[in-house]
Nanobody, 127 residues
């Protein structure tokens, strides 16, 4: 079983900064991607930032609403995904979820792929 645990949420004033971290644990041999999503009350879950790893390296994608303010970093050795958030705005208030795609092997069988979600960490931007 693969598990994702997010840490680092909290209350921050507008214009402030906050770092989130997501750690992947369990049995897997390859991570296809890891990403941050968020969901504000009454709204749909939306992608914030995604880090995809390939032979060419790690490529990051951002939603337009956070581009230039958020930075996603993946540590492939520690299987963690970080999100550095700066210049936070009240509209960034949401529960932030980590997700990822993982491959694991089974004796005598083909590898399996599973997508996993963390439980989320709340971020509140306000005074």
């Amino acid at each position: 079983q693969v598990q994702l645990v997010e840490t680092g949420g909290g209350l921050v004033q507008p214009g402030g900064a906050l770092d989130l971290s997501c750690a992947a644990t369990g049995y897997f041999h390859t991570i296809s991607y890891m990403a941050w999503y968020r969901q504000a009350p009454g709204s749909a879950r939306e992608m914030v930032a995604r880090a995809t790893h390939s032979a060419a390296g790690t490529q990051a994608q951002y939603s337009d609403s956070v581009k230039g303010r958020f930075t996603v970093t993946r540590d492939i050795f520690k299987s963690t995904l970080s999100l550095q958030m700066t210049n936070l705005k009240p509209e960034d208030t949401a529960t932030y979820f980590c997700t990822g795609g993982f491959y694991y092997s089974r004796p005598g069988l083909q590898d399996r792929y599973v997508e996993v979600w963390g439980r989320g960490t709340p971020v509140t931007v306000g005074s």
